[in-house]
């Protein structure tokens, strides 16, 4: 083969190559085939390693956080509601799992569902505790930061009844992750209506002026165990929604008093 030719057929090689990834037919060609290798992810259900950690909230009674490399799933039991979120945007998905409904919420506009209300009817205000300090310890096998917190400062003479009911100090656990990023901690923290703080939220137990014990957040237990990655997604024929409240209340209402317990 002589020089001539073979610089003929590395050229034609170059030129087939480039008009290839320029031409848009082929282009779109390329895109639809990586969308329907992606659906087919979705549809299989690929399997990962998730930690299971159940939970029980004064809020939001008997809960379950899913965390993985997929995703994070919360599933509040008595509402029929689960929260979902997935890399790579991690936005906040809220769904009713009974009336197959769901919302997207915008990005950085996710509202806790109870936190909205929930402190205007108890005394019982976990926003005023404030950390104090940290210690490293371990809960239920798990490698933990222990925040020792503090609320209102001790009760005086002539204080009032209601100023006893005021947390006067808290132990939170809080385990660190890099899976789930800090927004998306920080809703869950938002929906359990509990301190922020860097970590997936695990118990909180707080003492108030009374010295009355609390178990506003409590840890069951926590196991590890193969997940389909559709936990993270939201299923098939589900219907979207326009407003968070009308998960609950098929659009006629948007009394958010209804995604309290106890409604």
């Given at each position: 083969m002589t020089r001539q030719l073979q610089i003929l057929m590395i050229s034609s090689l170059i030129l087939t190559t480039t008009l290839s990834l320029s031409d848009p037919a082929i282009a779109l060609s390329k895109e639809k085939s990586n969308t329907k290798a992606a659906q087919t992810d979705r549809l299989s259900g690929?399997?990962?390693?998730?930690?299971?950690?159940?939970?029980?909230?004064?809020?939001?009674?008997?809960?379950?956080?899913?965390?993985?490399?997929?995703?994070?799933?919360?599933?509040?039991?008595?509402?029929?509601?689960?929260?979902?979120?997935?890399?790579?945007?991690?936005?906040?998905?809220?769904?009713?799992?009974?009336?197959r409904k769901y919302f997207i919420a915008?990005?950085?506009?996710?509202?806790?569902?109870?936190?909205?209300?929930?402190?205007?009817?108890?005394?019982?205000?976990?926003?005023?505790?404030?950390?104090?300090?940290?210690?490293?310890?371990?809960?239920?096998?798990?490698?933990?930061?222990?925040?020792l917190m503090a609320g209102e400062p001790a009760l005086k003479a002539g204080d009032r009844n209601w100023q006893k009911m005021l947390l006067h100090s808290a132990d939170y656990w809080v385990e660190p992750t890099t899976l789930i990023p800090p927004p998306v901690v920080q809703n869950i923290q938002e929906m359990y209506v509990i301190p922020?703080?860097?970590?997936i939220p695990l118990q909180l137990i707080t003492v108030n002026n009374k010295s009355k014990v609390e178990n506003e957040l409590l840890l069951l237990s926590v196991k590890s165990r193969t997940v389909s990655a559709k936990e993270f997604t939201i299923p098939e024929k589900y219907t979207q929604v326009k407003a968070q409240e009308d998960l609950l209340t098929d659009g006629t209402s948007a009394d958010v008093l209804q995604l309290l317990p106890g409604n």
């Open positions: 690929k399997s990962e390693q998730a930690t299971i950690y159940q939970q029980q909230s004064k809020v939001l009674g008997s809960c379950q956080l899913l965390v993985s490399k997929a995703g994070l799933r919360l599933n509040w039991h008595s509402k029929n509601i689960a929260l979902v979120a997935k890399p790579p945007l991690w936005r906040m998905t809220v769904l009713n799992t009974a009336q915008p990005p950085g506009r996710f509202r806790a569902c109870a936190a909205m209300t929930v402190n205007l009817y108890r005394t019982s205000d976990t926003s005023i505790l404030k950390p104090r300090r940290t210690e490293k310890t371990t809960l239920e096998g798990r490698n933990v930061n222990k925040i922020l703080a860097a970590g």
